[in-house]
């Protein structure tokens, strides 16, 4: 854990930028930058999280060849159905890549939480303050650490209208 790095949106921007080169043409809605490096002044792991957001699933398979012509592997959805996971290229900034359709739950939950805490400072720096703490209790336990958000986040997209 990390405090914030205003190189964080610069670094989005490359990969953005990289990714929308091999989809001119294709099945593509956006790129998103998400999770705790997109929210500004919040501290988080510095690995950038990117949503590549598709019309819909059946455009997955396309997205697959496009994605690999860059070197990104595609191990599956890694038990999460709505979002299908990517192994970055060795030569690109540290990175989580998901592709998920632009009607996908987990997307909305992506895009809810970050907005609800771009828009609330208060909001951010508790979960900040509560991702240092468990990173410290938890030093070896990814599991335990996730888990340990895990009441955080619903209360947020709780507040945000997204659910859990």
């Not at 496009?66 to 900034?93: C, M, Q, V």
């Amino acid at each position: 854990m990390v405090d914030y790095d205003s190189s964080w949106p610069v670094l989005f921007a490359e990969i953005a930028e990289r990714v929308q080169t091999v989809f001119v043409g294709g099945p593509l809605v956006s790129v998103e930058h998400v999770g705790s490096t997109a929210v500004p002044g919040l501290s988080a792991k510095p690995i950038i999280d990117v949503d590549v957001v598709i019309p819909s699933r059946a455009d997955l398979p396309d997205a697959i060849t496009r994605l690999a012509t860059l070197g990104y592997k595609h191990p599956g959805d890694l038990g999460i159905t709505s979002r299908e996971a990517f192994r970055s290229p060795t030569d690109a900034p540290l990175q989580n890549l998901y592709v998920c359709a632009e009607d996908s739950p987990e997307l909305r939950r992506h895009l809810a939480f970050r907005d609800y805490l771009r828009a609330d400072p208060n909001e951010a720096r508790r979960y900040g303050q509560l991702k240092q703490q468990l990173a410290a209790r938890h030093v070896a336990d990814i599991d335990a650490y996730v888990n340990g958000k895990a009441d955080f986040v619903k209360s947020v997209l709780e507040k945000a209208g997204a659910g859990a």
